[in-house]
T-cell receptor, first 112, second 114 residues
Framework: DSGVTQTPKHLITATGQRVTLRCSPR?????VYWYQQSLDQGLQFLIQ???????AKGNILERFSAQQFPDLHSELNLSSLELGDSALYFC???????????FGPGTRLTVT | QQQVKQSPQSLIVQKGGISIINCAYE??????FPWYQQFPGKGPALLIA?????SEKKEGRFTISFNKSAKQFSLHIMDSQPGDSATYFC?????????????FGSGTRLQVQP
């Protein structure tokens, strides 16, 4: 158990809908990262937050957005969902000094 | 643009054998190279990591070898066990900045036969 929690575990929704994925980092970790894992694209970095502020952006679509709250949990919002958005979405967290990223169990999103 | 190339895509090893997975990177700014192990239905788990100021790091049966001039690094699993059967990902990142996004290889599915 990495100490990173993600909810929900599974999510099934229809095209055009909007969903919110939630992540709680390990105790004491200030950085949160979101990654997407799909069969054709592998593990892709989406976005990083550090203590509430956006720190780095990767291959994140404009339909996707994220935020980190004062209690350090983070949410990834996916809107206008398409079939191609079906994937595993992982959250990871890291401490200030080590930088080692620990991944949560993921949310499996299925868009039908 | 794939910045971290991983091979082989799949690997079958007999119990007790050595599993070797290779990765190559392009971005010379990378200074942090972790390996992750992922079991089906689980998130990637950090296995071992290395920085480019050392050429080798060993933790138990797992060893990372690093060749900075060739921009290559590899994972060796000694005395491979059926419980090691999983997908392994190499990754690279720039550790000493506030931006620590990891670039992952495409993964190697390892099967250790009893």
């Amino acid at each position: 158990d990495s100490g990173v929690t993600q909810t929900p575990k599974h999510l099934i929704t229809a095209t055009g809908q909007r969903v919110t994925l939630r992540c709680s980092p390990r105790s004491g970790d200030l950085s949160v990262y979101w990654y997407q894992q799909s069969l054709d694209q592998g593990l892709q970095f989406l976005i990083q937050y550090y203590n509430g502020e956006e720190r780095a952006k990767g291959n994140i679509l404009e339909r996707f957005s994220a935020q980190q709250f004062p209690d350090l949990h983070s949410e990834l919002n996916l809107s206008s969902l398409e079939l191609g958005d079906s994937a595993l979405y992982f959250c990871a967290s890291s401490g200030l000094l080590s930088g080692e990223q620990y991944f949560g169990p993921g949310t499996r999103l299925t868009v039908t | 643009q794939q910045q971290v190339k991983q091979s082989p895509q799949s690997l079958i090893v007999q119990k007790g054998g050595i599993s070797i997975i290779n990765c190559a990177y392009e971005n010379t700014a990378f200074d942090y190279f972790p390996w992750y192990q992922q079991f089906p239905g689980k998130g990637p788990a950090l296995l071992i990591a290395i920085r480019p100021d050392v050429s080798e790091k060993k933790e138990g049966r797992f060893t990372i070898s690093f060749n900075k001039s060739a921009k290559q690094f590899s994972l060796h699993i000694m005395d491979s066990q059926p419980g090691d059967s999983a997908t392994y990902f190499c990754a690279a990142g720039v550790r000493d900045t506030g931006r620590r996004a990891l670039t992952f290889g495409s993964g190697t599915r390892l099967q250790v036969q009893p």
